[in-house]
């Protein structure tokens, strides 16, 4: 990793909090796996068995082989600890919580995931960032902006906070409701000019701006007007299922070949940075409504361990290959940790399944091949 190993170990080794030797365990997925950083999306909707927006009749009586190991409540400080140590002995390297602006509340009552991570006691094994939920219902613009990037600075303050390049990596979900809110790119730009000068002042390099787009010429030129730095995504299923019809089920090896195309697009269309995105699985059945449709919709079958590992070693073979186009450390963002109403999770499940066997083997393998 030449020059960003040695700035990794000295940023875990002299963090803010005045950690000492246990903050190398900072490094150990980062710095093992041929300078590639693996990181799953966090959904933080898990708080309540009483939550029937999120943990719905049906998700709990249809789908009941999703169910995490510790229970369907997984919102707490004790079973946040146990899941950042699975996470931590799979390979993964770093949580990007799912983060809503929520006006005046504190990260506890706002976002209680994120603060469970932060007061773990096991939180030295992960890294972490933040990938900005600002779609609707939670848009932000001009009059949060300030409160907004402040809560955010507060975040980059923690030694294990992740960077890129050295500086501290926030993903956007949604460019266009930015570009809404604030009315043009060119404003979007200004407002993010301004929230690297205030990360400066705060003593920060600089901030890395990602995007979540797709790869055609008028995103990524959008995203760029706007003062991205950085391209990825949160999910890439409608691709994966584009060509299928109505209550049609596809196999999951039809998901791994249509995202490889768009990571190969982004890789033609800009020379920008750019984090792929592995959509391990798509079946948001268990969160149907009337609206939404989901029962009835294309979804796909066959998520296992082994169509993990395909993907996961898929993606890590890509960035191996495109080193022009991948950030430093070489980031591979995975959906997700959690989103059980969607059907991508990587939680070991109470009937026995660890879909964590097949990201892990795909991580050793590509360490004995190094």
Known sequence: MGKSILFFLLWGFMGIHGAKAQNTLLNQNIDSNNKICIGAYYFGG??????????????????????????????????????IVAASDAGISFFSFCWYDRG???VKQANPDLYYFNHSPEKNKLKFCL???????????????????????RQ???????????????????????????????????????FQEKSKS???????????????????????????????????HTAGLR?????????????????KRIWNAFAKNTSEKYMPVVTLNWD????????????????????SPNSVYKSVAQAINWVKQNPKITTSPKIILLYAWNEYGEGGY???????????????????????KN
């Open 284 to 303: 948001p059945r268990p969160w149907a409504t009337k609206k939404n449709k989901y029962n009835t919709k294309p979804c796909f079958v066959g998520y």
């Open 243 to 259: 060509n299928a019809h109505q209550k049609q089920k596809l196999p999951i090896d039809s998901m791994q070949a249509a995202e």
């Open 131 to 153: 990938m900005v939920a600002n779609h609707k219902g939670s848009e932000i613009g001009p009059n949060e902006w300030q409160v907004v990037t402040s809560k955010w600075l």
């Open 202 to 236: 705060k003593g920060f390099a600089g901030v890395e701006l990602a995007a979540c787009i797709g790869p055609g010429v008028k995103q990524i030129e959008r995203a760029k007007a706007c003062g991205f730095q950085i391209f990825t995504g949160y999910n890439y």
């Open 346 to 368: 990587l939680t070991p499940t109470k009937n026995g399944v660890n879909f964590l066997n097949g990201l892990k083997r795909a991580i050793d393998e590509s360490k004995s």
């Open 46 to 83: 898990w708080q309540s068995l009483n939550n029937n927006i999120h943990l719905t009749s049906l998700l709990k009586t249809n789908f009941q082989n999703r169910e995490p190991k510790w229970g369907w409540v997984t919102g707490t400080q004790q079973i946040m600890n146990k899941q």
């Open 156 to 194: 980059f303050q923690f030694s294990n906070y992740l960077k890129v390049d050295g500086k501290p990596l926030i993903i956007f979900f949604t460019v266009g409701a930015l570009v809404k809110k604030f009315g043009s790119p060119a404003k979007v730009a200004r407002a993010m000019k301004e």
């Open 104 to 106: 005046n509340k504190t």
